[in-house]
């Protein structure tokens, strides 16, 4: 055990269903994440990252097995979460436009979870929230439908922070958006990372969206950590494992000669 | 007006109210669309018009007979004729309308809250607690709701309360069931996950956040009913297990009209118009929601 | 690759709109090229209109799109005059469309070989014992391990990357002269998506068919086709040949290539864009 890791995950393994139907989405996983820092998990669909960052949630369906161990500043995260654990631990989505509630306001969606966990004057965090995010207090009243796909997204990462976590969980978090979008939301948790001190841990399909955002990396296939890279590393070296190397040819366009060597 | 519009269609609402106000108008803009709904809506607002103007627009309480004018065909003096005690059936009709509405609302009111909490529970929790929840809404399903209603009647004895609470208890299931599966596929999705990565209680997941997207496919489900839940009570009260006489319920004045259907057409026509086009309105009202409510037909 | 000196497609001038409660909207305004035998592709944010014009081309627009040109024409055929019956074969053997999810694409309730052997009794004429044959092969052809297990395959049993594959076979089936494809591999693996479009590449260039290529992503498209129509706000701001897509001089395009993060990147922030009211006009 680390004592100085924010959030730390030793031997993960998750199994859905039982017996001879049973599907191991996770196999064996472990990384540790530095208070303040910002660690990416990579891989293609079925990779397991996905279903990492939603044990580390707690929010696996109750048919999940989940062995081995995790833990955020040493406390252990199981299965039953009291809500002050949930409340250092925040998690953003990728789909900005099915995580939010459809029938409710941004008011609500941010003013909801501040009230849950007992915060005092809740109109101010909610002008903050949204300040926080680069948006104005006009969105407040609006519904997810009034709002484009970033704005959503900011809305997100507004709910998410209103609660002050220490932790963030970042799920593909800007998959669904352009590009233009893409870098200003990258920005904007850049910059509150730094600003209040957050560790991340970011799932992403995209290796230059993760060697953006994260120091360290680990990449994942079929349900397992095959390489931990430091970032600087992956920039000048080329990645040991070959599936690694894969991952970045892939990232940098279209090569007929690659096409054929996968 | 363009001053009301322009609050109702900014894209920067002030206030919560605003807000809400704007979800409303903007439903209510896509409703307006659909001509068959605004009929639908016309013919539901003109039975809550009659039923609440009742006093005023008729001359009597259509209860007290008056044996000199017995089976006057419809006139002037009686749009609608006389009935074989002499009361005037425009007058019974509108008072009658009254008692519509009542089984209307008593059923909408038992019905809703049963089906929706019982769905909505079972589908948000799973496991052993859905299993028995819909086992309990399968039973329920498999009574024959007018016979359960003779039955129920037979025992309570007959009356309006009693046939609207046959009616509503074997007719909740239904609901319980449309409810689970919007709860069932609400559950995986992100913003339940979200709500619930934020230590939003349990119950307050299901009563603020599953419940209001369930709601709606329940109510165009029960308008869509309604016809039928309007027929079975006339029914009830046609076979004399419902309203009992002199009440003006429109089932019941069929029943009693039906001796003079060939000679004094009016006597079990009117009622029978009258249920028509109640259903006709109800039906008509839920088609039109269905458009405007109903997640699944939207974007 | 066989250049011929016509173009195969024409498009002076569409224009796309679309009705909606706020009034008319304009998807499409003012495009024009000429597509000869090569890879042509279609760059654009969301809202772009890159994907209602391949769409218009098409003639499979929205109930509450119209769309109006000064002149479209396939190899000699005007499509703007051409009737019903002409345009419906025109898409059906000579234009095929490949769309992003191929599991709206495949028929549920017909197992995935079954569909391309249609396809070839359809329009190639074939018989049932022949349809078999070339469909087994053409699956052997988009490299599918196992055809025989695959054509016995629904489609809700295979994977993404299968189903694009089996959608590429389909369309190839007519031999079609041009291919027009929306976001074919946006919805598979990085890994995935080269294999796919690798095949895509050899098809095409065996063929000598014609590709429009609409994707949100610039340099997948830079580096697999041969020209690039960069799309904002409906119209084209850009043409380039691919290979000098990093001399781009419209600010739009310079500033989507320059917020894209990199894997040598600094981690520094990214330059975001800026928009210019009057790029829209």
């Keep these: 055990m680390n004592p100085a890791a924010s959030v730390e995950a030793t031997g993960l393994q998750v199994a859905f269903g039982r017996g001879r139907r049973s599907f191991h989405a996770v196999r064996n996983a472990g990384f540790s994440v530095g208070a303040g820092g910002s660690f990416g998990l990579v891989g293609e669909s079925g990779s397991g990252k996905t279903t990492v960052l939603r044990a580390l949630a707690g929010l696996l369906p109750p048919t999940a097995q989940v062995r081995g161990r995790m833990r955020m500043h040493g406390e252990s995260l199981g299965a039953v979460r009291p809500r002050a654990l949930r409340r250092r631990m925040q998690m953003v989505f990728q789909d900005p436009y099915g995580s939010l509630h459809p029938r409710h306001t941004v008011d609500r ?32 009243f609006r519904y997810p439908h009034q709002l484009s796909g970033g704005q959503r997204q900011r809305i997100a990462i507004a709910r998410a922070l209103i609660i002050e976590p220490d932790v963030v969980l970042l799920d593909e978090p800007t998959s669904a958006l352009d590009v233009s979008v893409q870098a200003e939301i990258l920005n904007l948790l850049q910059r509150l990372r730094r600003e209040r001190a957050l560790t991340f841990v970011l799932v992403s399909h995209d290796l230059a969206v993760v060697s953006h955002m994260a120091e360290a990396l680990a990449v994942m296939r079929a349900g397992e950590v095959v390489e931990m890279l430091d970032v600087a590393a992956l920039r000048t070296a080329a990645p040991q494992h070959p599936y690694s190397r894969q991952l970045l040819r892939a990232s940098q366009g279209y090569d007929r000669a690659a096409g054929s060597e996968f | 007006m363009s001053a009301v519009r322009a609050w109702l269609l900014t894209d920067i609402p002030q206030s919560r109210r605003q807000a809400q106000c704007q979800r409303l108008f903007l439903a209510w803009l896509v409703f307006r669309r659909n001509g068959s709904a605004v009929a639908g809506i016309a013919i539901v607002a003109t039975l809550v018009a009659g039923a609440l103007l009742a006093p005023w627009i008729t001359g009597s309480a259509g209860v007290t007979p008056d044996l000199g004018n017995r089976l006057h065909a419809p006139g002037l003096a009686h749009w609608f004729g006389t009935d074989e005690l002499g009361r005037d059936i425009f007058d019974r009709v509108m008072w009658g309308s009254r008692i519509t509405l009542y089984i209307v609302g008593l059923v909408s009111v038992i019905v809703v809250p049963i089906g929706l909490a019982i769905g909505v529970v079972a589908g948000y929790v799973g496991g052993w607690v859905d299993s028995a929840l819909m086992r309990l809404t399968d039973v329920f399903l498999a009574f024959p709701r007018l016979i359960l209603a003779l039955a129920f009647v037979a025992a309570l004895g007959p009356g309006l309360e009693n046939a609207v609470l046959a009616i509503a208890l074997t007719s909740w299931s239904p609901y319980a069931r449309i409810a689970r599966a919007e709860a069932l596929t609400l559950r995986r999705s992100d913003f339940i996950l979200a709500a619930r990565s934020q230590g939003i209680p349990h119950l307050q997941i299901i009563v603020s956040h599953v419940a209001p997207m369930c709601i709606s496919s329940v109510i165009v489900r029960l308008t869509l009913d309604m016809a039928g839940i309007i027929l079975t009570a006339a029914g009830l009260g046609f076979l004399g297990l419902g309203a009992q006489p002199p009440t003006p319920e429109w089932g019941a004045m069929i029943a009693l009209g039906r001796e003079y259907l060939l000679d004094q057409w009016w006597v079990p026509a009117f009622p029978g118009i009258a249920i028509l086009v109640v259903s006709l309105g109800f039906n008509l009202l839920g088609d039109g929601l269905r458009d405007v409510l109903d997640p699944k037909s939207r974007d | 690759m066989v250049e011929r000196r016509d173009p195969l497609l024409i498009v002076d001038g569409l224009n796309v709109t679309f009705d909606t409660p706020h009034g008319a909207v304009a998807a499409v305004r003012d495009v024009s090229f000429a597509l000869g035998r090569e890879k042509l592709g279609i760059v654009g944010e969301s809202g772009s209109g890159k994907s209602q014009t391949g769409r218009a081309l098409l003639g499979l627009l929205a109930r509450n799109g119209r769309m109006s040109a000064r002149q479209l024409s396939f190899d000699g055929v005007d499509l703007l005059r051409a009737g019903e019956v002409e345009r419906h074969a025109l898409r059906g053997r000579r234009i095929s469309m490949i769309l992003q999810d191929p599991k709206f694409s495949l028929n549920p309730v017909m197992t995935v070989g079954e569909q391309i052997a249609e396809a070839f009794r359809v329009h190639a004429g074939a018989s049932r014992r022949e349809a078999r044959d070339r469909a087994l092969a053409m699956l052997k052809a988009v490299r599918i391990r196992e055809p025989r297990y695959v054509f016995d395959a629904w489609p809700h049993e295979i994977s993404g990357g299968m189903g694009q594959r089996v959608m590429i076979a389909m369309m190839m089936v007519p031999e079609p002269d041009l291919i027009i494809a929306d976001e074919p591999t946006s919805a ?49 701001v850009e043409t380039l040949r691919a290979a000098e897509l990093h001399a781009a001089r419209h600010p739009y395009t310079r500033g989507l290539l320059a917020c894209q993060p990199r894997v040598d990147g600094e981690g520094a922030d990214l330059p975001t864009l800026h928009r210019d009211p009057a790029w829209a006009r």
Excluded at chain 1, 111 to 136: K, M, T, Y
Aim: proline share 1%; glycine share 8%.
């Design chain 1, 109 to 140: 969606i941010l003013g909801e979870p501040a009230r849950v966990h007992g915060l005092d004057s809740i109109d101010n965090r909610i002008g903050e929230a949204l300040a926080g995010v680069g948006l104005d207090a006009s969105f407040r």
């Design chain 3, 188 to 236: 598979l693996d990085v890994t995935v998506q080269l294999q796919v479009l690798a095949l895509l590449d050899d098809m095409l260039a065996r063929r000598g068919a014609a590709l429009i290529f609409i994707s949100h992503d610039l340099n997948l498209v830079a580096s697999f086709c041969d020209r690039v129509l960069v799309m904002y706000a409906g119209r084209v």
